[in-house]
Structures are given as C-alpha cells and as structure tokens.
C-alpha cells in the first residue's frame, strides 16, 4: 500500500485535515527524477503559523525557479495526527510529493522563536533521522537552519549540520549549488562542511570547540581545520533588486495572516535597546515604491488575495509612505483590495496618513509605546514622549476609531513598581482624552486594550548583558499592573512568564544546553509556543537532570568583557556599541535615529561604505 493511501485513511481522524494535503494553488510540482537537489523547507510549527512567514514564502519561490531543484514544504503535525503517523507508521513527509523526508538531500528548519527547539527535534525523529548531527552518516540528509534565532545558534549546535546566518537569499543558494557539487563528486559529508565553512554566513558549529572557565562562563572559541573567524552574517546590499515572487501558494484553510505580504524595508532606524530584529537585522534598506507597487500587484493577481499587507519592522518609516500609498490606492479601491499597515509609529503617525488608512482599512489601531514612564522609555531608547502618543491616539479618535491597542513590556532593565503603575496611568490618560474630545465619535465609547509582554534579553542587543526577572519577579509587577487599572474601559492581557524565562534561558544559552533540549523533548516537549501543549516541569526535570542552573542564563548580570556564546559570529554590530548603549540605558539617555545621526554601529561595514545617512562613523 502507497503511503498516499495511507495518508489518506488517516485523514478523516484528525482535525483540520487541511494541513495536510498539500496541492493548494501556485504549489510547485515537478519530476523528482529530473531534479539534482531535493531541499525539505520545514516550518517547526503547524500549518497555519508556518504558512503565514513570509521568508518561507521568499525562498519556497527562489529555490523552485531553479529548474534542476526542487523545494517542498514540510509542517509540524498537531498531536492528534502524530499520534496518527505514529500508529500506521508513516513517516513524516513533504506536502507537495508526499515523500518521507529521509528521502530528501537537504532539510532546512527556520528557526523563528527559541521555544520550538523541541519541535526540530521531535520532526527529525518524526522522519526516521538522528537527532544529533553526529550520529548522521553520508546517507543521512544534510540539516541545515536559520532564521533569526541562529544568531546565538548554539543552544542547537549538537543538532544541525550548518547554520545560516543572515538573509538566505544571499547564501541558500550558493549552499544548494555546492552541495549538487558534491554530490556529482561523490565527496563526503566531512569535506562538503569543510568548504560549505567559507561561504559567507555559514556556520558550521562540529568545526568549532568551546572551553569553560571553572565559574562556567566561556573561556574560548576555537575554529578548527581552517575555519573562518568570525563568520559574519551574509546581507542584501540593494534591497531593491532582491528576488520577490510573484504568486504565494494559497493555502485551503485559514492561517494566522492570510493575506498577500509585500515587503517593503528591511532593518530599522530606531535603535530600541531591547529589539533584537532591529539590531540583527541592520543596516536600513528600502525599496522603490515602484518596486513594492508592482510587487502587491503580481501577488493580488495571482492569489485573489482581498487584502495586501506593508510589511517591516517599521512600515511608517519608509521614505515614499505617502507616494507608496497614493500608487497603490489607484488600483487597491478598484479592485476591493485592502491594504494593511502593521509596525506604525507614534512619532510619524499623521492625520494625512491616517485618511488614506481609513480608505482601506477601519478596524483598531495599534500603537506600541513599550514602558509607562518618559525615564524608561528614553533608558530603552523608546524615543516616543508622552505628548506624541497622546497626538496620535487624538488624531485617531477625531478620525472615527475608539479601539486602541497598546503594546508594552514588562521587566525591562532599571524598571521599579511607579513604572509598572504607569503604564495603566497611560491608558487612563488615553480613555480621559477620548471623553475630553468634542469631535470624538458620537455615541461609542472607547477601548484601550494593554497587551503587555515579559522582557527577555537577546543577544545583539544593548541588553544582552541584562539579567532578565524571574518568574516571581514578573508575576508580582502583572498583579501590579492590573490592580493600577481603575476603569472598565481598559483591558490587560499578559503572557505567562515560565515561557519568558524559558525563552531567555534558551536565547543567551551555550551548547551545554543541547542535552536539556533532547532531556525535554525526549520526555513529551514538543509545540511548546502553545499554551496547551507546553511541559514546564519536564524543562524544570531536564534543567535538574543535566545539572544546569537555568538562572546562570537567564538571571544573573554579565560584566561586558565576558565572552558571550555568539562573540564568534559577526551581525554586523560591534559589542563596543552595545556596550555604549547599555550604559546610556542607565542614565535614561537616548541615542537619535539612524536618519538623524549615525551612532556608529559598525553595521556599515557589511555594505562596504555608508548605510543610511551617507555621515556612517
């Protein structure tokens, strides 16, 4: 019997069996006997949050435009079709062809949150492959990941054969053409990572030995066999004329973002202290409007997408917003096309750029002012002052809207409990304008929603050497926050803190972590990003099992020339600045934006001359 048919038995006993199927519109099908690479892009969450990342998207398209290879998705299946594959012994297997990974030359994870770790694994052993990269001979696929979490990859050294840092479609690629290469030569696995070594932003952790101090801190990294150091992360210099497909495979079933998705920058200006994607993801670059015009076209006609989303990490930042706008405008209303602006900005939200959202959009607006107090919000380099978020939730209010959500965190480094009550003083004071505004909508009252979550300080931030708050810690200043609240027109909802603290264990973690990751997976952690399937005790088991204290990652401060378990790979950020930084955040000084002044970052180094304001120290 076909493992088709199997597949198909199973089908009607799972929930969402949608997940499942593969053949949704614009998925590539090709003759896998006229293909030289099979590349596995797995996605280690469910369907529905794997197919709403746009990097998939990106590089689903790029590596499929090459017509000897051939990339297929693979999803993290929910427990009740593990359970499923488990009993009819079907291997876990790729949407489009069906086939079981073990089949593939290469599979890539992207590894977009710390907290599925347990799900690479648990996928591996789903296909019938080693957990650990050394028990993987020549017949095995290779495993290869990154994403942004691969900026400290070492917590998942033991696991994966090669690490790409950066953006992948500078390095994937070039990876894929060497690996056909070898393949063709019949050279081994140990020879092909040697010269996969040198392709820029490929880290190869087997190549590199880690020794400790007796306190348990890092005593040296030393690369092996002539391998690079550091490995500097590979970049897009013309953001412009990087690849962008022009069709999305349109999933059957809803998923979490289901829209077309333009990119419109990458990087960011504004240097908030705790953001690790502003930091890693440096220098700024942007797009044509033109080009991010035509972009939302190709994708609106070949998916019958509704709706079009700007994507970046600061949308309103991009330098032809309102010439971006007026373009897309002329056709998005025609069409019943709407469009969506995530990441805006209080410091450059408009009235003008207010109608023009209203043309396509009236539901809430989001806002994220991050601390309650102006002293944190400049120690974390917020630079947003009370008065900005106070104009713009007026000009939201005089506009139509009574929904307001405001982002903010908790635990934040220098934070006391009058900055915690703060920030319910904030959105008291945003409720109070609402009524105090004569043109304000007739009668609506208002809602201000606060979604507040736990700091975790991450590597390639000034923040990096913060101790992080424990669990106690959190849970006190939560119960704080709600009991600051005194109308029924504000709304708190907060994360669970045991998944923060975890979070910041396994960001700024080194390899001994490894064997706690297999602890925790091999006694039932797997989805852990999900509420209903996280196992905090089985982490709490594996921590005591493999006699690592967790708050030597997560709690404790560390001095600024400690060697980090990342100082051997290069973001492009020099740890001297992030070093100024972090003192700056002690005396509530800020640090003005890239487009103002150049904080001299280091970042410009990674396009050979100025990034952003052409005056780069």
């Given amino acids: 019997?076909?493992?088709?048919?199997?597949?198909?038995?199973?089908?009607?006993?799972?929930?969402?069996?949608?997940?499942?199927?593969?053949?949704?519109?614009?998925?590539?099908?090709?003759?896998?006997?006229?293909?030289?690479?099979?590349?596995?892009?797995?996605?280690?969450?469910?369907?529905?949050?794997?197919?709403?990342?746009?990097?998939?998207?990106?590089?689903?398209?790029?590596?499929?435009?090459?017509?000897?290879?051939?990339?297929?998705?693979?999803f993290a299946p929910e427990l009740d079709m593990e359970e499923q594959m488990f009993l009819h012994k079907i291997p876990l297997y790729a949407l489009e062809s069906k086939d079981p990974l073990r089949e593939f030359d290469i599979i890539g994870f992207t590894l977009q949150y710390e907290l599925c770790y347990t799900t690479v694994l648990n996928m591996l052993h789903m296909a019938g492959i080693p957990v650990r990269s050394a028990d993987r001979d020549d017949s095995y696929p290779l495993v290869v990941a990154g994403g942004p979490c691969v900026c400290n990859p070492e917590p998942m050294a033991d696991f994966i054969d090669v690490f790409l840092l950066g953006e992948g479609e500078e390095n994937l690629l070039e990876l894929i053409d060497l690996y056909e290469l070898a393949k063709r030569e019949k050279i081994s696995k140990q020879e092909f990572l040697q010269k996969a070594s040198h392709i820029k932003g490929a880290y190869v952790p087997s190549l590199y030995d880690v020794s400790y101090n007796e306190d348990g801190t890092i005593q040296k990294v030393t690369p092996l066999g002539g391998a690079p150091m550091p490995v500097e992360k590979a970049i897009i210099k013309d953001i412009d004329q990087v690849y962008y497909p022009k069709e999305f495979v349109v999933p059957f079933i809803d998923t979490v973002h289901d829209r077309a998705m333009v990119e419109v920058l990458r990087g960011c200006i504004r240097g908030c202290r705790f953001c690790q994607a502003g930091f890693i993801y440096r220098p700024f670059r942007e797009k044509y409007y033109q080009t991010i015009d035509r972009n939302a076209r190709d994708?609106?006609?070949?998916?019958?997408?509704?709706?079009?989303?700007?994507?970046?990490?600061?949308?309103?930042?991009?330098?032809e917003i309102e010439p971006l706008l007026n373009s897309m405008l002329s056709w998005t209303e025609d069409e019943k096309v709407s469009m969506s602006l995530p990441s805006l900005r209080v410091d450059n939200f408009s009235k003008e750029l207010l109608d023009k959202i209203a043309k396509v959009r009236k539901s809430g607006l989001t806002f994220a002012p991050e601390a309650g107090s102006q002293r944190l919000r400049d120690a974390i380099n917020k630079n947003v002052t009370e008065e900005q978020i106070m104009k713009t939730c007026q000009t939201a209010f005089e506009g139509g809207y009574t929904n307001v959500k405001l982002y903010f965190m908790l635990g934040l480094p220098t934070e006391t409990m009058d900055d915690v009550a703060a920030i319910a003083d904030t959105a008291q004071k945003v409720v109070d304008l609402f009524y105090s505004l004569p043109n304000?909508?007739?009668g609506r009252g208002v809602n201000v929603t606060i979604s507040v979550a736990c700091f975790v300080p991450k590597p390639f931030t000034p923040f990096e050497f913060e101790p992080q708050d424990t669990i106690e810690m959190l849970r006190?200043?939560?119960?704080?926050?709600?009991?600051?609240?005194?109308?029924?027109?504000?709304?708190?909802h907060y994360h669970e803190s045991n998944t923060s603290v975890l979070e910041g264990v396994l960001a700024r973690g080194d390899r001994r972590l490894c064997d706690v990751i297999e602890y925790a997976w091999r006694h039932g952690c797997n989805l852990d990003s999900w509420d209903e399937h996280f196992l905090y005790q089985s982490w709490v088991d594996g921590f005591a099992a493999c006699g690592i204290d967790p708050a030597f990652y997560a709690n404790r401060r560390r001095e600024y020339s400690e060697i980090m378990p990342w100082d051997h790979l290069d973001y492009g950020v020099s740890k001297n600045f992030l070093i100024r930084e972090n003192k700056k955040a002690y005396q509530a000084q800020t640090t003005p934006n890239c487009k103002e002044s150049c904080s001299g970052c280091g970042a410009n180094k990674l396009m050979g001359g100025p990034c952003v304001n052409g005056q780069c120290k």
């Fill in 1 to 74: 019997m076909s493992v088709n048919k199997d597949i198909e038995q199973i089908l009607m006993k799972v929930q969402k069996p949608g997940r499942y199927v593969g053949g949704e519109l614009n998925s590539v099908i090709k003759d896998k006997e006229k293909v030289d690479v099979r590349f596995a892009f797995c996605f280690p969450d469910v369907y529905e949050v794997g197919m709403s990342h746009l990097g998939m998207k990106i590089l689903y398209s790029l590596i499929n435009e090459r017509e000897n290879y051939w990339c297929e998705r693979v």
């Fill in 299 to 319: 994708l609106c006609a070949s998916t019958g997408y509704e709706e079009i989303s700007l994507t970046s990490l600061s949308t309103s930042d991009l330098t």
């Fill in 440 to 442: 304000r909508p007739k």
């Fill in 476 to 492: 006190e200043k939560q119960k704080h926050l709600v009991a600051s609240v005194k109308s029924k027109k504000i709304s708190v």
